[in-house]
């Protein structure tokens, strides 16, 4: 593998590690629902009502696992079949991670650790997410490549949420323990703020020019086709 092929699966790598904790969180809880363990203050929402949660876990880790394979530009390239089909699959995976997280926030009881914030950030970032989703399609059916691939970006940031809000948990449960109240809301708030600022940061630092001389060399041969 040459320098810069290797240099182009350092994002989709990292994306996946970020999604790593979350994923695994979700394994572990799909086993707890499946293999009837003990009910507990914790857990007994998801006992209750399980297939909301479920939907979550499954939704959420395919993903954000796939979907970190759609950040490798020359694959994309290289395998444009497989770029398409994964996208078929991964819409839905998205808004029914969108959704169920949206169903939980709304009929769950709210955990105690939870600051009453928590809950209308969930419902700003679930709406967010579902929108962008259901935007990046209407603009791949209208073969708008550009917002297509905007919108999908920041609707994966905002899925891949939880991953970042470890990252963010990590240096304050280090030293000072568990956080709560607004100070965990304030991280969990910080981990959405941060991916998104990342997205628009990338998708801002992309070069336009190449796009406007290929539009521009497409008019052209229009314009000489009219003319014949």
């Not at 994002?11 to 009910?39: F, K, N, Q």
């Not at 993903?63 to 497989?82: S, T």
């Not at 600051?115 to 970032?125: E, Q, Y």
């Not at 406007?212 to 314009?223: F, H, L, N, P």
């Amino acid at each position: 593998m040459t320098p810069s092929a290797k240099r182009e699966w350092l994002v989709p790598a990292g994306l996946i590690i970020l999604s790593a904790v979350p994923v695994i969180a979700g394994a572990a809880r799909t086993a707890e629902l499946t293999s009837g363990a003990t009910v507990t203050p914790d857990n007994a929402r998801f006992f209750a009502s399980p297939v909301p949660v479920l939907v979550h876990i499954v939704g959420a880790s395919l993903y954000c696992l796939l979907g970190a394979f759609q950040f490798a530009p020359g694959f994309r390239r290289r395998r444009p079949g497989w770029h398409r089909l994964a996208g078929r699959f991964l819409i839905p995976c998205g808004l029914a991670a969108a959704l169920s997280g949206l169903w939980m926030t709304l009929f769950y009881p709210r955990p105690p650790i939870d600051h009453v914030l928590v809950t209308p950030m969930r419902l700003v970032f679930g709406t967010a997410m579902f929108c962008c989703i259901v935007l990046g399609f209407v603009a791949i059916r209208r073969r708008d490549i550009p917002r297509h691939r905007a919108w999908m970006a920041r609707g994966y940031a905002i899925g891949l949420g939880a991953g970042t809000q470890v990252l963010t948990h990590l240096p304050w449960m280090l030293l000072v323990g568990q956080p709560e109240g607004v100070g965990r809301a304030l991280l969990m708030l910080a981990g959405w703020v941060i991916n998104l600022a990342v997205v628009e940061w990338a998708l801002r630092r992309r070069p336009t020019k190449p796009a406007w001389s290929i539009q521009r060399r497409v008019d052209s041969q229009a314009g000489v086709l009219a003319g014949q």
